[in-house]
């Protein structure tokens, strides 16, 4: 595997957030094998792969919805394997879970109250919402709609607001894209883009090879539970294997 | 119309606070635990006799003795979420249903035990209001207002509170709560507390009208029931109209007939809604 | 499916023989004891027709209540034999699960919501019967004329007789406990169990598979009801009706195990000799306290064993060939 070896960036101590064989699963079913990853301060990364690849599977590790059976999760120096997910937000680490899962009989705000949750959080609700509602403008005119009621590019819009509420260091991001129409799939590349400029370090998992290579630096290719690629985007995009099985030029 | 039907009426709004209060706890638990605790109206009987001991026995004053109780009822609560719901929150809700209707049994012997079968009384009676020819109990509109209250505060805890938000998301969505930074145990923990703190409060409001003994639980479990499921099981808005729409059949029913008859009528309706509204009053 | 049938049948053969023999070696509190265990088994086993398929009734407290109330109301006021005082119980109770199950039925009722609707039938069953005191005697109960021994008023003073009831009614119980268990009506119910939207998908009938389970239970249970109010010769509302009485019948299913065949009737041993040996070993000076550890024994129970005892134990016979099975290709 060529790709491996250019792939490669040095990141030494850098690293915001590390995976060092990670091996998960659902009762017997084993989902991932030793899935090695690193993801730098200001990096914006992407995890790509067929369906049932576990590319959601590594996000729940992640952020502590499913535990790992073995492996080692290490945020900004500190072991995070077995922490629960609501200790794992607090230590700076939101994830916008597949599906949007919005809280459906909340109105949007209260769905960016629930995202604000934490008491650090709390403190400073006011601007981030102002921030949020600045990013999104629609939102700001559907404050009191049910969440249930927006359409689909509202609510990913939500889940994604909701999601930045807490103030993260790292987003993690499961299929932003999933179900919009081509228009609105632009449109939430380009807010990726802006979350990036606004500092954040992003991991995004995502079907849609061309677009997302377009945004992040780097990316992973997950299958069957196993990295089996990983490099600079610009490179991912020239490797023949890729264009052939996943671009499909 | 019949001054007496009159009263009647007054009566049955009045005795719909205290139910609506019940059933706003029951609903609460259900609607954040999606457990029924079957033995609610035992924690109310639990709350009247801290009170009657902390009175009678060690005469405390009534108002310190049911902020007492409201808080012992609370605890009772917590205790009760930690040592059977917590280990059997996985299991079937048939058996999370039967281990709290075990608690009832367990409850009603212990208040045997401890206080045997007499019926006792605080000794606190409150007066009559007389308007005009109507003769309404001071205890019955005390509870009515304290209910009142107690639900607006309810309201505005569940609406304004981060805490109460997160109540009622986690009844959407109980996986991802975590990734919202709420921590799941501590909310149930809570949300057991209040339920229980309601059931005290209930009981400061009842000891005041009724006696108390082991089995007072069993004359307002069942319409508490019957009023969350009329209302809609978890619906606390549904509940609460419920609760003043049972009252009245019971009220105005024990006017007509007695008073177990009234119970009889009350259920009745219950059954005839059932067919036509089978998710609750206010279902959508 | 018959050689199944003839080994369930010779085991139940066999046990009856055993128990028949009961009455020539023990005394009549024993016997007393015994009797209850049977009848209330079967009781028990009524419910778990309907409990082991999801429908989990905390109304048969109304049934066992009207079973037990109908007949003694009609040999007293109309001098009806028993004989036919049952069968008009048992129709009653029919007929009551009939008002309740059809619209439940219709309207999906399932789950917490059955329970409690059923939980509350309990309760103005019994509210019924004490609001009717001058005919039942409210809670104060009533005593069937008795008229000493006799087939037509089925009073039997002495307790071999009723033994020999009893243990025929059980026997009945856990006959028909089987034909359901292996009956055609079995699969569906199980899907239904499973998923009722799915089993309708697939054709069950699940309004008819229900309210046939539903009737046959609820009519097992008031001629339990019945037996029991003849046997005591008193009938009280808190004893065999209300809230009380349905959560000792759930209460007892579940503890030995509603999975099983005899399950039921392990937690008839359980709720009748455990309060019995308490209430003997405590003695009087504690009202309660015999209660109480029953009760802490139940919520104890339900936690730890959720598949009751018989349960338990059939699970441990079948994992240990299984684990010797599991050792051969290892090794
Ligand atoms: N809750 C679960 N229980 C059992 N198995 C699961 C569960 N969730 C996922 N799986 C299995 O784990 C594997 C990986 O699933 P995962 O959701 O991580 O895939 P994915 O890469 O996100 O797929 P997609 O692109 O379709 O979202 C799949 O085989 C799936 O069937
Ligand atoms: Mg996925």
């Given at each position: 595997m060529a790709a491996d070896q250019n792939g490669q960036r040095s990141l030494g101590e850098g690293a915001m957030l590390t995976l060092c064989n990670i091996s998960a699963g659902y009762g017997s079913f084993r989902a991932l094998f030793d899935v090695s990853l690193e993801v730098g301060a200001g990096e914006a990364i992407g995890v790509v792969g067929p369906n049932g690849a576990g590319k959601s599977t590594l996000m729940r590790v992640i952020s502590g919805m499913l535990r790992a059976s073995s492996g080692e999760l290490v945020f900004e120096g500190r072991p995070l394997t077995h922490v629960p997910a609501h200790r794992i937000v607090e230590a700076g680490i939101a994830h916008v879970p597949e599906h949007r899962r919005l809280f459906a009989r909340l109105t949007v705000e209260e769905n960016l109250r629930i995202g604000a949750f934490l008491p650090q959080a709390r403190r400073h609700y006011v601007e981030r919402s102002e921030w949020v509602y600045a990013l999104f403008p629609r939102l700001l005119e559907r404050r009191r709609q049910l969440a249930g009621t927006l359409s689909g590019g509202e609510q990913q819009m939500v889940a994604i607001g909701r999601a930045l509420m807490s103030k993260p260091k790292l987003l993690l991001m499961d299929e932003p894209s999933a179900g919009l129409a081509p228009l609105v799939v632009d449109q939430v590349f380009d807010l990726v883009r802006r979350i990036r400029e606004e500092g954040y370090t992003v991991l995004i998992v995502e079907q849609n090879l061309q677009q997302v290579l377009d945004v992040v630096d780097r990316a992973y290719l997950l299958e069957v539970g196993r990295i089996r690629l990983s490099g600079l985007s610009a490179e991912l995009k020239k490797n023949p294997a890729i264009r052939k099985a996943y671009i499909g030029l | 119309m019949d001054i007496y039907l009159f009263e009647a009426i007054i009566n049955g709004i009045l005795l719909g606070g205290v139910l609506a209060l019940l059933a706003l706890g029951l609903n609460l638990i259900f609607g954040v635990i999606d457990v029924v605790w079957i033995c609610y109206a035992e924690l109310v009987m639990c709350g009247m006799y801290m009170i009657f001991w902390l009175h009678s026995f060690f005469g405390w004053p009534i108002l310190l003795a049911s902020f007492a109780a409201i808080l012992g009822v609370a605890g009772l609560g917590v205790l009760l979420h930690l040592l059977v719901i917590s280990p059997i929150l996985g299991s079937a809700p048939i058996n999370q249903l039967l281990a709290t209707g075990g608690m009832l049994f367990f409850l009603q012997s212990l208040a045997t035990l401890l206080f045997g079968t007499d019926f006792r009384n605080i000794g606190v009676r409150l007066p009559l209001i007389e308007l005009g020819d109507i003769f309404i109990s001071y205890s019955r509109l005390l509870a009515f207002g304290t209910a009142l209250i107690g639900a607006v505060a309810l309201y505005l805890f569940l609406s304004r509170t981060y805490l109460g938000i997160a109540m009622r998301a986690i009844a959407q969505d109980r996986e991802i709560m975590g990734l919202m930074g709420v921590d799941q145990r501590r909310v149930y923990l809570i949300t057991s507390a209040v339920g229980g703190a309601l059931a005290g409060l209930a009981a400061c409001l009842l000891v005041l009208q009724y006696d108390v003994h082991p089995f007072i639980g069993l004359s307002f479990g069942p319409i508490t029931f019957m009023i969350c499921v009329l209302g809609g099981l978890g619906n606390m808005i549904g509940g609460f109209i419920a609760a003043f729409v049972m009252s009245q059949i019971i009220a105005v029913g024990g006017y007509y007939f007695s008073i177990e008859i009234s119970y009889v009528l009350a259920f009745v309706f219950f059954i005839v809604l059932m067919f036509i509204r089978p998710q609750g009053l206010l279902a959508r | 499916m018959k050689n199944e049938l003839a080994r369930r049948l010779g085991a139940l053969v066999v046990a009856t023989l055993l128990l028949a023999l009961v009455p020539l070696a023990t005394s009549d509190y024993a016997l007393h004891i015994a009797i209850q265990i049977l009848l209330w088994g079967f009781v028990y086993t009524a419910w778990s027709l309907m409990g082991k398929f999801g429908l989990v009734s905390l109304g048969h407290g109304a049934f066992l209540g009207i079973g037990a109330y109908a007949s003694p109301l009609l040999w007293n006021y109309a001098g009806l034999t028993p004989w036919l005082g049952i069968p008009i119980g048992i129709l009653a109770a029919m007929l009551l699960a009939l008002i309740i199950g059809y619209p439940c039925f219709r309207l999906r009722v399932v789950g917490h919501y059955f329970a409690l609707v059923t939980l509350a039938l309990s309760q103005v069953a019994l509210l019924t019967i004490v609001a009717a005191r001058d005919i039942t005697g409210g809670s104060l109960g009533m005593t069937p004329k008795a008229v000493g021994h006799s087939w037509y008023a089925l009073q039997f003073p002495e307790k071999p007789y009723f033994y020999a009831i009893a243990l025929a009614v059980w026997v009945f119980g856990i006959l028909i406990w089987h034909f359901v268990d292996i009956g055609k009506g079995r699969a569906a119910l199980d899907a239904i169990a499973e998923d009722e939207g799915a089993a309708a998908a697939i054709g069950v009938d699940v309004m008819r598979e229900k309210l046939r389970v539903t009737l046959a239970s609820a009519a097992l249970t008031a001629f339990g009801g019945a037996l029991l109010s003849q046997y005591f010769m008193y009938v009280n509302p808190d004893t065999l009706s209300g809230i009380g009485v349905s959560l000792q019948i759930v209460f007892a299913a579940i503890a030995g195990g509603m999975?099983?065949?005899?399950g039921p009737t392990a937690g008839g041993l359980f709720t009748i000799a455990l309060p019995e040996i308490l209430r003997v070993t405590m003695g009087t000076n504690f009202v309660g306290a015999a209660n109480t550890i029953y009760g802490a024994l139940l919520v104890i129970f339900i936690i730890f064993m959720p598949r009751g005892v018989i349960g338990l134990i059939e699970s441990r016979l079948a994992a240990a060939p299984a684990r010797k099975i599991s050792k051969e290709p290892a090794a």
């Open positions: - | - | 999975y099983s065949a005899l």
